[in-house]
């Protein structure tokens, strides 16, 4: 499966962005699917992931309640609504698939998309 991650830019303190997740291939809808950042200098870390049918999401604590997941398998598309962002919230994002739900651990998708970047000025 392929994935491309889009709907970057930058954005001010308290606004909303919403990523998206577009995938290829007859499976994606077989498949879990996280979402990470990056950081300039950090290690990439996990935001939350969904469950192959959209039914559960997990969630970092830093985004709890900000950032939600959701899915639509018919379309093939993932998507991470960002709201109330900040300036830690600045990073490339990626989305991932595979793995075990919820898949905190990066390693554990083998499937990754080139990443979109966030930018939160203050």
């Known amino acids: 499966v392929q994935l491309q991650a889009s709907g970057g830019g930058l954005v001010q303190t308290g606004d909303s962005l919403r990523l998206s997740c577009a995938a290829s291939?007859?499976?994606?809808?077989?498949?879990?699917v996280g979402w990470f950042r990056q950081a300039p200098g950090k290690e990439r870390e996990f935001v939350g992931s969904?469950?192959?049918?959209?039914?559960?999401?997990y969630y970092a604590d830093s985004v709890k309640g900000r950032f939600t997941i959701s899915r639509d398998n018919a379309k093939n598309t993932v998507n991470l609504q960002m709201n109330s962002l900040n300036p830690e919230d600045t990073a490339v994002y990626y989305c991932?698939?595979?793995?075990?739900?919820?898949?905190?651990?990066?390693?554990?998708?083998?499937?990754w998309g080139q990443g979109t970047l966030v930018t939160v000025s203050s």
């Open positions: 291939g007859r499976t994606f809808s077989s498949y879990n």
């Open positions: 991932a698939a595979g793995g075990d739900y919820p898949s905190t651990r990066r390693h554990e998708y083998p499937y």
């Open positions: 969904v469950i192959w049918s959209g039914r559960n999401t």
